[in-house]
Nanobody, 119 residues
Framework: QVQLVQSGGGSVQAGGSLRLSCVAS?????WAWFRQAPGREREGVAA??????NYDNSVKGRFTISQDYTKKAVYLEMNSLKPEDTAMYYC?????????????????WGQGAQVTVSS
């Protein structure tokens, strides 16, 4: 079992920035960030696998996923935030598929962090 503990998130005005962090209880591979807005399905935002990354088109150029192997952590830097980015954000780890943005491919999940962007 792997426990993922998230931190970060919060409220910001449109155009602002936020950073999310996620730390694992042990080494794991193939991380990703997902988000879920009320009444909507969980969607993949960004994934990182070794030196490769994969982004949803809606966040390309604005969000950056990175990882720190020594800290067993993954981060999501979110810039130029828009109201439509408002959602609960989840980190996920140990994917069965390389750099997948599909939630069914991930074994472990963080507890979630709310991101609210006001216009």
């Amino acid at each position: 079992q792997v426990q993922l503990v998230q931190s970060g998130g919060g409220s910001v005005q449109a155009g602002g920035s936020l950073r999310l962090s996620c730390v694992a209880s042990r080494d794991t591979a193939y991380w990703a960030w997902f988000r879920q807005a009320p009444g909507r399905e969980r969607e993949g935002v960004a994934a990182i696998c070794d030196v490769s990354t994969n982004y949803d088109n809606s966040v390309k150029g604005r969000f950056t996923i990175s990882q720190d192997y020594t800290k067993k952590a993954v981060y999501l830097e979110m810039n130029s935030l828009k109201p439509e980015d408002t959602a609960m954000y989840y980190c996920a780890a140990d994917a069965r598929v390389y750099c997948s943005l599909r939630s069914l491919h991930y074994h472990y999940w963080g507890q979630g962090a709310q991101v609210t962007v006001s216009s």
